[in-house]
């Protein structure tokens, strides 16, 4: 099993400019969640699936959209980046009621 | 932060014990250790499901408090392949919705 993987691992965007970051997991999973992690701030909830067709918001959802059409992929787009999202994106998935989550090794995002 | 984490940086020799602390104002249904290498995405250590529950992992050891607002992560006779950032996070029942502390960052010297 590849786990939950993420591409691209770096991406450089202008102010503006519009971007998915991908996410799949192989395991079967039936929540996935996408967090950034800013420094000294841990990491933040951006949304969150709990399966096919349903997703919600978390912590800081604003300038971020996702969808969630296959229990494998979970996209997360950036609609008008801002110099405000540089920052590092993981995706994670977890079983149905089992807590813990498994994460990608992330996507480096600056935006100038 | 919902999630205070203690100390933000720690140095320590090779063969130290140490300690990290979460605490919260918040009630979680779950607890959770994590660490971050350089690079990498957060691994799970240790989760926490009971109140005052203790729970053992190798040479790391943690607890969740019995108000269910605090826990710490002990790590005995450290190694310099422990650095890391280390994060606790709590589930408040909501399902998917994790809550992480602002890290621990550990160094260890050889």
């Known amino acids: 099993n590849a786990g939950v993987t993420q591409t691209p691992k770096f991406q450089v965007l202008k102010t503006g400019q519009s971007m998915t970051l991908q996410c799949a997991q192989d395991?079967?999973?039936?929540?996935m969640s996408w967090y950034r992690q800013d420094p000294g701030m841990g990491l933040r909830l951006i949304h969150y699936?709990?399966?096919?067709?349903?997703?919600d918001q978390g912590e800081v959802p604003n300038g971020y959209n996702v969808s969630r059409s296959t229990t494998e992929d979970f996209p997360l787009r950036l609609l008008s980046a801002a110099p405000s999202q540089t920052s590092v994106y993981f995706c994670?998935?977890?079983?149905?009621?089992?807590?813990?989550?498994?994460f990608g090794p992330g996507t480096r995002l600056t935006v100038t | 932060q919902l999630l205070e984490q203690s100390p933000q940086f720690l140095s320590i020799q090779e063969g130290e014990n140490l300690t990290v602390y979460c605490n919260s104002s918040?009630?979680?249904?779950?607890l959770q250790w994590y660490r971050q290498e350089p690079g990498e995405g957060p691994v799970l250590l240790i989760a926490?499901?009971?109140?005052?529950e203790l729970t053992s992992n190798g040479r790391l050891t943690a607890q969740f408090g019995i108000t269910r607002k605090d826990s710490f992560l002990n790590i005995s006779a450290s190694i310099p392949s422990d650095v890391g950032i280390y994060f606790c996070?709590?589930?408040?029942?909501?399902?998917?919705?994790?809550?992480f502390g602002g890290g621990t960052r550990l160094m260890v010297k050889p």
């Open positions: 994670a998935s977890s079983q149905q009621g089992v807590y813990e989550q498994y």
């Open positions: 395991m079967n999973h039936e929540y």
């Open positions: 699936s709990v399966g096919a067709g349903i997703t």
């Open positions: 918040s009630v979680f249904s779950s």
């Open positions: 926490l499901y009971k109140a005052g």
């Open positions: 996070a709590g589930d408040n029942n909501a399902g998917n919705m994790l809550t």
